[in-house]
């Protein structure tokens, strides 16, 4: 995928760029150098030059170093075609503080790669530690504060996270030791399909129930029709 390289020149762009924040995104893949619906093969040769820590039916873990910037790739295919994407970024040698730099620093070459989000959020208790990133790192590793960044796009949503704990649950044991559980877990997820669809569904469905009770009607006045006629 080049992850790394491809937000390390982002931020090398954006910081040679007086107001490059504010133009609109780049024309770049769904995720890194790869779409949703990608071929495991397709998958396979964009991660070439990285290290494959494990190969399973259902999902491949690659691990990427990059100008000091650390993260282990997962991808999840359903059918043989990339359905999520998981980028577990390490943070373990880096400063409480430092990590809510890291983060606001992705954000801004995300916003370059995916435009500006559709939502971006700081979940805190206390809203005195947004003036203290040492210390919002520390609510969030204690699980009292999220920093979440969300763009939905036409096909696909992208979520930049920092969360308290990495989310293995769906893993098996032996995919789980091999994921590194950072002082914080610091995530960048992609996910094939937006809800639109699943929206578009429901409608339907609306739309076809006033049909069938209507069709259901006609039919119990023809029927009481009938019986009048036969009285």
Known sequence: MKLNKII???????????????QEAVEAPDFGSVNFGDSIDTVKAAEKDCKMLLEKEEYIIFEEESDGLKSQNIYEFKEGKLETGLVNIITEHKTLAEIIDEYNNL???FKQIYGEPNEESIN?????????????????QDGT????TVWIKENFTVTHSLIDTLPTEDFDEETQKLLVKAPLCHLFIGANGNGADEEVEEGENADEAPAENAEAEASNDEAAEAAEAKE
């Open 124 to 140: 805190v208790q206390d809203e005195a530690l947004l003036k203290d990133n040492e210390k919002l790192a520390k609510a969030v």
């Open 145 to 148: 504060a999220s920093l979440n």
């Open 8 to 22: 390390i020149s982002m931020l090398l762009a954006c910081s040679l760029s007086t107001g490059l924040y504010a």
């Open 107 to 109: 954000n801004k070459a």
